[in-house]
């Protein structure tokens, strides 16, 4: 697929794609989301895998094996085990001021996590909740969403996102 293909897809510019593609910037969750669902691919697809040092089940991610995902803001520390399934989560490491980006998101799916430590300003639709440690939420994710930590250090989430079938949305 052509750069100006994957920017007619995904809508983010061409210049973006590119500067992306030579890793000479750090994209927004906005975009890579924007890029995986122009490209039809899983998040944990963009992932770099971990060579296997022992054989697991395929049910089975090791803490020391643990793939990340850095953008700009903030870090995802994959949990779920490789392969396809409908249920992805992982760890957000959120640094001091980190958000989502300037764009809500919106996909079909759902969402939910916890606020494992720090804090987070979490936005649904038109509302607003702040949640601390322990502090649990899930949501419809093709409502419009974002989230940021308000804190001068990093907050971290388990994240779970899992997809909701097509003839839901129908």
Not at 3 to 30: C, F, I, K, W, Y
Not at 43 to 69: G, H, N
Not at 95 to 114: I, N, T, V
């Amino acid at each position: 697929m052509s750069l100006q293909d994957l920017a007619q897809a995904s809508g983010v510019s061409v210049g973006m794609l590119s500067q992306v593609e030579r890793d000479l910037t750090n994209p927004s969750v906005r975009v890579v989301t924007a890029i995986r669902r122009a490209l039809g691919v899983e998040l944990t697809e963009l992932f770099q895998e971990l060579p296997k040092i022992q054989q697991d089940p395929d049910f089975v991610r090791r803490a020391s094996r643990r793939p990340r995902l850095e953008f700009a803001q903030l870090s995802k520390e994959l949990l779920s085990s490789g392969g396809h399934h409908n249920l992805q989560f992982m760890i957000l490491h959120i640094q001091p001021g980190g958000s989502s980006g300037d764009s809500p998101l919106r996909y079909p799916a759902e969402k939910g996590g916890m606020v494992l430590s720090g804090e987070l300003v979490l936005r649904v639709g038109e509302d607003e909740a702040h949640l601390g440690e322990g502090d649990s939420f899930v949501f419809d994710s093709s409502l419009p969403h974002s989230f940021r930590n308000p804190l001068d250090e990093v907050t971290k989430v388990l994240w779970i996102i899992g997809a909701v079938p097509l003839d839901r949305h129908l």
